[in-house]
């Protein structure tokens, strides 16, 4: 199956990287004409000039984007060359957005899926992320056979919107530990323990202990904020939760 993926950003890059080597990419189309033309000399896949050159180079579509515009802008400008074709949008949107964005794919005689992605730009390069996917069940096979060159897990959550929400269930109890956690190592600095017996507490000892914590203590105790998921893009999904739970 050829794939074609469009955005190339911290993590469509680094999904269509995954997918370039294990040679499943045929094209690649990115606003940034730069950073596609970047992409294709490095994993030598097609830069596509417009949605139009991809989609006619690809039997699977990749849309990993930042928001509902951006998702909204490319698949309707794919819509006239979605016929027989399947989109996966990556992004993480409003359930809303995306099940009108994939009735309007249906009428044109393709299929789309909600597939966000739970994991950082780390555990892309590692293979590591989980991909919780919506749509039509009996089109998912090859979605799965796809996704799995670039995750450690592919979960069929229900039809369309439905990985969405899954997403966003994540997304609200990750940025709620995500506050505490840094509330609580705030605090133990404060009181006058050491940055180390707070890693220790927090990654060991602690009932409230996870994968996350063990990974974000130490990265408190050396103030590293480095960049592995942007404020703006957790602030974008909390925004959709409660636009959601309204």
Known sequence: MRVGLIGLGVMGWRI????????LLS????????????????????????????AKSADLIITMLSDDEAVKEVVSALLPYVASKIVVDMSTISP????????????????MFDAP?????VAVERRAIVVLVGGPKESYPPVEEVL?????????????????????VNNLFLGAYLAALAEAFS?????????????????KYSSARSPTSELKAPKLAARDYSV????????????IIQEVAR
């Open 96 to 111: 809303e957005t995306s099940t009108s964005l994939a009735e309007e794919v249906r009428r044109r005689g393709g299929v």
């Open 148 to 168: 799995r060159h670039t995750a450690s897990a592919v979960v069929y959550v229900g039809p369309n919107g439905y990985g969405l929400y899954a997403k966003l």
């Open 27 to 54: 094209a690649v189309f990115n606003r940034t004409r730069q950073k596609a033309e970047e992409f294709s000399k490095r994993y030598g896949v097609q830069a596509a000039r417009d949605y139009g050159e991809l």
């Open 16 to 23: 269509a990287a995954n997918l370039a080597q294990d040679g």
């Open 117 to 121: 992605v739970i994991g950082t730009s």
């Open 187 to 203: 605090f133990g600095v404060r009181a006058g323990l050491s940055p180390q017996f707070l890693i220790d507490l927090l990654t």
């Open 228 to 239: 592995q998921f942007a404020i703006k893009h957790m602030r974008k999904d909390l925004e």
